[in-house]
Nanobody, 122 residues
Framework: QVQLVESGGGSVQAGGSLRLSCAASGFSNVMAWFRQALEKEREGVAGIYTGSALALYPSSVKGRFTIFQDNAKKTLYLQINSLKPEDTAMYYC??????????????????WGQGTQVTVSS
């Protein structure tokens, strides 16, 4: 069973940057970063097909978020630039081996990390 451990969250001011890390015991075929703000549904903010490193983003974060992987370190990253208060959320790393369905569908993911909190102040 793949295990995922996130780190790198914190409290930052708007306009700042953070790099989140997800240490994995192994990569699934599809890895992704999700976030969940208070009283909101969990949403996908970046996905990657680990075999090809093809990255996927929703339009809401494109240009500010970058997902990438280090195969040697078995670590997935999420670089977040130009942080906004609305980026405040718990960020989760997740993995699945099936290519079926939309990568943003939370129900398709079988492995989850415990999350790392990102708080952005204005």
């Amino acid at each position: 069973q793949v295990q995922l451990v996130e780190s790198g969250g914190g409290s930052v001011q708007a306009g700042g940057s953070l790099r989140l890390s997800c240490a994995a015991s192994g990569f699934s075929n599809v890895m992704a970063w999700f976030r969940q703000a208070l009283e909101k549904e969990r949403e996908g903010v970046a996905g990657i097909y680990t075999g090809s490193a093809l990255a996927l983003y929703p339009s809401s974060v494109k240009g500010r978020f970058t997902i990438f992987q280090d195969n040697a370190k078995k670590t997935l990253y999420l670089q977040i630039n130009s942080l906004k208060p609305e980026d405040t959320a718990m960020y989760y790393c997740a993995g699945k081996n099936s290519y079926n369905g939309d990568w943003r569908d939370v129900t398709r993911y079988t492995v989850w990390g415990q999350g790392t909190q990102v708080t952005v102040s204005s």
